[in-house]
């Protein structure tokens, strides 16, 4: 070809391609852009609509969270027994409000007011740390709104103030302080109403929780209270109806358009000039509580009073148009950078295909057919060559390897049917087993044997020679008439055969045939026969390697497993029996304890009746003789000044009634260490959950006093209204025994790191109820050191425990999951974090065959 037309070519060539594929480009990249845009723009707006719901739902969060603080400490035992007259249990509040306010970090102030307005309990947050306000700096607060607006409501009603900003001395409190006050009335038993509960709690805990949701988000989130002034926002436009000098700065004065249709509805959506504004109307108070206008004055009632459905605000957030814009602008650049580095691209590409096109086109008329033919041919065999040796090398399944090899055979040299088979020889017996066989779709159907192990001039040949070619067998002057005659038969004109010797002694032969017309092997078909051969030979030993390997790995894996399952079960069976014994000899020994016991103290309490009584006649035939007109002896006289009649008559039946209290409380110990032990009630009986927890108490109550070197350990009981429970009694009360010690030792072990202050002292909660129709529920919970992820993943498994050699054995929580899980068909579950104590919850049926 011309100098000239080979550029001219190669230009057009490179003009073809290049020109489509850029305008391509430039359509699909504007495609994509106009596309990110439209989605980027649905995305935000649902993102923004997610946010301003999900603001609403944590400020109802919080207001719920404060009320039901609110209304715990309403019902404190120490407050009711203030109500009811015990004034010396002010003491005991206050350290109660304390300990709440630490905890919770929640509220400015905890107070208790009585009718009067004067304060009977304050603690007040300062600093980060709680205090309690001294009795000589108590207040009375009669004139103030909320306690007015609180006192009037009935039992169980709350008040809420409106969200503002804190006012000491007439002025705003300086640094800023956002303030929202909940009160309740309280009453006695008899329904008299005494005072109130008030806890100011932090408006900025709950800003900075509606903050916090709209961090690293586009829009610029406002909460608006209903007059449109700024709650949050930017720090120039908050609080503006609390100074006088910005009474009109408001939502509705900057945005009129935008306030006023957010104002109207409850939420919803709108595109301004302004950027995107997303709003919903937030209705913070539950159905019966309460609020009012408030007073910014500090000793003035409220104006007006608000039921809960005329207390909202509203959230709103609002997206710039710049922001959006420099977000399409930011991905406009990056596209058109993109567009000019894929043209370079497509440039640079198009000349190479162009100039690979010109050179194949001179190629190809320099090239007569023929020798591309040839050469065609030669490259397919090569590449056949080497798939084939690939299949055989890669695979250690050898089925697979000897399928693969017949089948690549076959299809290489496109003979009519290729085999492999397997030959055994026994006592000087020989025998071929065919293994895998590949022949073409329009043989009728594989033999199922081979000629060969017909033949015996062809196995003998074969095995002794290791290779056999018969190009004819019509000519072939090694085969007699009988073996001809019979290889005809099968219509088999041609064969070559090639013996295989493995590594382990095991003998395979490749046998390829042909059936039209006889065929004259070459060398390149010998060769390729002999190559394929000596593969097989070798990936026949690597898959019986492979196969011996994977056989003993997985035997020896096996038994290992087998025995270290086993050996677990071993040691845990006969932890578990010792465990099940020393409980057994406990139970054995606390009932014979009770029953040695019973015996004297129903003799002296069935007794202490009839003294009392004879005793009271004794008394009344003395005042008798006292009253007759006797003259007593100056020897009885004597004697009665001596003993002090008067005081043995006042002090006698008191002596009697103390006896009598002191056998009563010994009974009740009895009866606590039978209910413990059980000893006779091995069989599932209906029982009292509530004996057994009080019995596994009675017996620990030596670890729960206060000792020289320890802190008491209070025990609170939320005890529900159960019904009896079907269950194994003695088991389930060594599954109390068991957690109740485990929580008083992680009591003692914090105590060891960090000494428990007056304030934080040792407690143990146990909570009982119905979880549902079927089950109760018995929550035991301490305040003790806690546990980490790792050790509460592992609590229930058997020998495991954390503390120190000889304190435990870690069988107790492995034998009380058994007892619950698999004798009494509950659950039981923990809830520990390190430092914040540990709480176990079980769950048990009522009766087991419901």
Known sequence: MPLQNQAQVLYKKFLIVFLPLSA???????????????????????????????????????????????????????????????????????????????????????RFLDTTGQEIVRVNFNRDRPNIVPKDQLQV????????????????????????????????????????????????????????????????????????VSYDTPGQSMLLNADGYWLKGAKSDEWGFMFPNRQNHTFGKVFPDVWKQISQTESGQLQTPEGLFTYTTVYPLAEGQKSSTGSGQAFTPSQSQINYQAYYWKVVSQV???????????????????????????????????????????????????????????????????????????????????????????????????????????????????????????????????????????????????????????????????????????????????????????????????????????????????????????????????????????????????????LLQLQQTQAQLIQTEKMSSLGQLVAGIAHEINNPVNFIYGNLNHIKQDVAHLLEVIKLYQKADVIPTLELQAYLENIDLDFITEDLPKMIASMKMGSDRIRQIVISLRNFSR????????????????????ILQHRLKEKSHKIEIKIIKEYG????????????????????????????????????????????????EMYDSKNISVKIKDNGVGMNEVVKKRIFDPFFTTKPVGKGTGLGLAISYQIIAEKHRGTIECLSEQGKGTEFWIKLPVQQNG
Not at 731 to 753: G, H, P, R
């Open 24 to 110: 391509l480009l430039a359509l699909v990249l504007g495609g994509l852009y106009y596309g990110k845009i439209r989605a980027e723009k649905t995305a935000m707006k649902i993102s923004e609509i997610r946010k301003v719901k999900m603001q609403a739902k944590v400020i109802v969060g919080n207001f719920n969270l404060v009320v039901s603080d609110l209304m715990v400490l309403s019902e404190q035992i120490e407050l009711q027994e203030i109500l009811e007259g015990a004034k010396e249990q002010s003491s005991t509040l206050a350290e109660e409000f304390l300990s709440f306010s630490q905890h919770k970090k929640l509220y400015d102030q905890i």
């Open 141 to 212: 607060q009669l004139k103030r709104y909320w306690f007015n607006d609180t006192l009037h409501l009935n039992k169980r009603e709350v008040f809420v103030s409106p969200l503002d900003l804190n006012i000491e001395r007439g002025k705003v409190e300086q640094p800023l302080k956002p303030m929202i006050r909940f009160g309740t009335p309280v009453f006695d038993s008899r329904g008299q109403k005494r005072g109130i509960i008030i806890l100011n709690y932090f408006g900025k805990k709950l800003l900075d929780s509606f903050a916090q």
């Open 320 to 566: 710039s148009a710049d922001a959006f814009d420099l977000k399409s602008n930011k991905l406009l650049i990056e596209l058109l950078y993109l567009y000019i580095g894929l043209v370079m691209a497509i440039g640079i590409g198009s000349w190479i295909l162009a100039k690979a096109s010109v050179n194949r086109q001179i190629t190809e008329i320099e090239l007569t057919k023929s020798q591309a033919r040839l050469l065609e041919l030669a490259e397919r065999e090569n590449l056949l060559k080497r798939c084939l040796s690939s299949h055989i090398r890669n695979s250690l399944e050898l089925n697979t390897i000897l399928s693969t090899a017949v089948a690549e055979v076959h299809k290489l040299l496109q003979i009519d049917r290729c085999q492999f088979l397997w030959c055994h020889i026994e006592d000087e017996c020989i025998r071929f087993e065919l293994s895998h066989e590949a022949c073409r779709a329009n043989l009728l159907s594989p033999v199922g044997y081979s000629p060969i192990e017909k033949v015996e001039i062809l196995s003998q040949g074969i095995i002794q020679e290791k290779f056999l070619q018969l190009d004819n067998v019509l000519t072939d002057a090694r085969l007699d008439s009988v073996s001809r005659e019979f290889l005809l038969s099968l219509g088999l004109t041609s064969l070559l055969a090639v013996a295989i010797y493995t590594h382990s002694h095991r003998l395979g032969v490749l046998v390829c045939q042909q059936t039209k017309s006889a065929h004259i092997w070459s060398e390149n078909e010998v060769e390729l026969i002999l190559g394929v051969a000596d593969q097989l030979a070798i990936a026949i030993d690597q898959a019986e390697l492979y196969n011996q390997s994977r056989a003993a790995t997985e035997a020896a894996t096996i038994q290992a497993e087998q025995l270290e399952k086993t």
């Open 679 to 698: 000893i006779e009630e091995a069989e599932m009986k209906s029982v009292n959950i509530h004996e057994g927890i009080e019995s596994s108490l009675l």
């Open 721 to 768: 209204n159960l019904p009896k429970v079907e269950c194994y009694p003695s088991q389930l009360n060594q599954v109390f025994m068991n957690l109740l010690n485990n929580a008083i030792d992680a009591i003692e072990a914090l105590l060891v790191k960090l000494p428990l202050s007056i304030n934080n002292q040792g407690q143990i909660v146990i909570c009982t």
